[in-house]
Nanobody, 117 residues
Framework: QVQLVESGGGSVQAGGSLRLSCAAS????????MGWYRQAPGKQRELVAT???????NYADSVKGRFTISRDSAKSTVYLQMNSLKLADTAVYYC???????????WGQGTQVTVSS
């Protein structure tokens, strides 16, 4: 099993910044990809950014150039630096870890990000 604990959400004005953290524990050796997803009210959960064990990153078009995903392998922690936040970024952000063996997805409890004008 893998446990994920998120932190860093909150409220910010448009144009501001927030940094989310996701600390993984448990069978972290089986994880090959970690990432962030978000779900706004009335909408489906969508991918925000991912990072592989090799350091390759992938971003949703809507956040490219504004968000940066990174990791600290020593701390088993993944970060999401969010800059130039927009009203449309308001959502619950979920940390995800994908394990290859067994083939399974793990999710954090979610952290609220609210961007106001």
């Amino acid at each position: 099993q893998v446990q994920l604990v998120e932190s860093g959400g909150g409220s910010v004005q448009a144009g501001g910044s927030l940094r989310l953290s996701c600390a993984a524990s448990g069978r972290i050796g089986s994880i090959n990809i970690m990432g962030w997803y978000r779900q706004a009210p009335g909408k489906q959960r969508e991918l925000v950014a991912t990072i592989t064990s090799g350091g390759s990153t992938n971003y949703a078009d809507s956040v490219k150039g504004r968000f940066t995903i990174s990791r600290d392998s020593a701390k088993s922690t993944v970060y999401l630096q969010m800059n130039s936040l927009k009203l449309a970024d308001t959502a619950v952000y979920y940390c995800n870890a994908h394990s290859m063996i067994p083939w399974k997805d793990y999710w954090g409890q979610g952290t609220q990000v609210t961007v106001s004008s």
